[in-house]
């Protein structure tokens, strides 16, 4: 107030007086919300230098600082949707999910457990921001949760292929993709070595003919799933032959071979 000289401020046990005592005006940190008081005195204009009577006494109502929690960061496969969870907001006037990166859509932006729906190609990180604006004149507050989109496993068998019931197949044009592992199975009565690779071989069983379904299950990256490819082996006997009954004849004369296979 004009004329009026050494004010004295006191606050409430809720905050600090951070600058400005003895000043016409003062600085407040205040670090407990609600219901708070702050009184000043000072002395009159010279020469008087009277005091107040009573001290000015100023209600103050301090709104709490707003909070916002995201959530955990989390990892989806490829083509799944997400649901938020675990997010919380606290203090707020209002409050709304927003994407900060990511090409899929978020839908129930305004509640708490928003969906995110990549599109069908995207993989990699998408960033989701909760932003909150603060109760009074508190300054807005935001909080965001990563989503790994992890790509699919991918995989091919090969084409089926042929082989003799007495030699070997290896399979060399398997491939693979995304995987944490993979395995091979067969539905025939033969060994299969190095079936945890994409190139095993196979050795016939005794006697072992027809078509042999060969299955490779890749698994995916957790959480993705796994898949199954396959291709058909044909075993093939071995070729037989047979040159007739043995015969003799005498020397200088032809003989026509009859009954060979």
């Known amino acids: 107030e004009p004329g009026k000289q050494s004010y004295a401020w006191t606050v409430s046990a809720g905050g600090t007086i951070t600058g400005g005592q003895g000043n016409d005006s003062i600085v407040i940190d205040w670090n407990t919300p609600g219901p708070q008081t702050v009184s000043v005195t000072y002395l009159g204009a010279s020469p008087s230098d009277c005091p107040p009577v009573t001290p000015t006494v100023y209600n103050v109502n301090v709104a709490p600082v707003p909070v916002a929690h995201a959530g955990n960061d989390t990892?989806?496969?490829?083509?799944?949707?997400?649901?938020?969870?675990?997010?919380?907001?606290?203090?707020?006037?209002?409050?709304?999910?927003?994407?900060?990166?990511?090409?899929?859509?978020?839908?129930?932006?305004?509640?708490?457990?928003?969906?995110?729906?990549?599109?069908?190609?995207?993989?990699?990180?998408?960033?989701?921001s909760l932003n909150v604006t603060g109760l009074s004149t508190c300054s807005p507050v935001a909080d965001q949760v990563t989503i790994h989109i992890l790509p699919m496993v991918?995989?091919?068998?090969?084409?089926?292929?042929?082989?003799?019931?007495?030699?070997?197949?290896?399979?060399?044009?398997?491939?693979?993709?995304?995987?944490?592992?993979?395995?091979?199975?067969?539905?025939?009565?033969?060994?299969?070595?190095?079936?945890?690779?994409?190139?095993?071989?196979y050795q016939p069983g005794t006697g072992e003919t027809g078509a042999v379904v060969f299955t490779l299950t890749a698994f995916g990256n957790s959480p993705c799933g796994s898949i199954t490819r396959q291709f058909t082996l044909t075993v093939k006997p071995p070729a037989k032959g047979n040159a007739g009954p043995s015969t003799k004849i005498c020397d200088g004369s032809t003989f026509a071979l009859t009954g060979a296979v």
């Not at 994407?99 to 960033?127: C, K, Q």
């Open 75 to 128: 990892t989806i496969c490829q083509g799944q949707a997400i649901t938020v969870l675990g997010a919380l907001v606290s203090n707020e006037a209002s409050y709304s999910w927003q994407v900060i990166s990511g090409s899929g859509v978020l839908t129930d932006a305004g509640t708490i457990s928003p969906t995110y729906t990549p599109t069908a190609a995207e993989t990699g990180d998408v960033i989701l």
């Open 154 to 201: 991918t995989a091919s068998a090969g084409p089926d292929n042929t082989v003799c019931q007495t030699g070997t197949f290896t399979v060399t044009s398997a491939v693979a993709d995304h995987y944490s592992s993979l395995v091979w199975t067969t539905s025939g009565t033969g060994t299969l070595t190095d079936a945890t690779t994409l190139t095993p071989t």
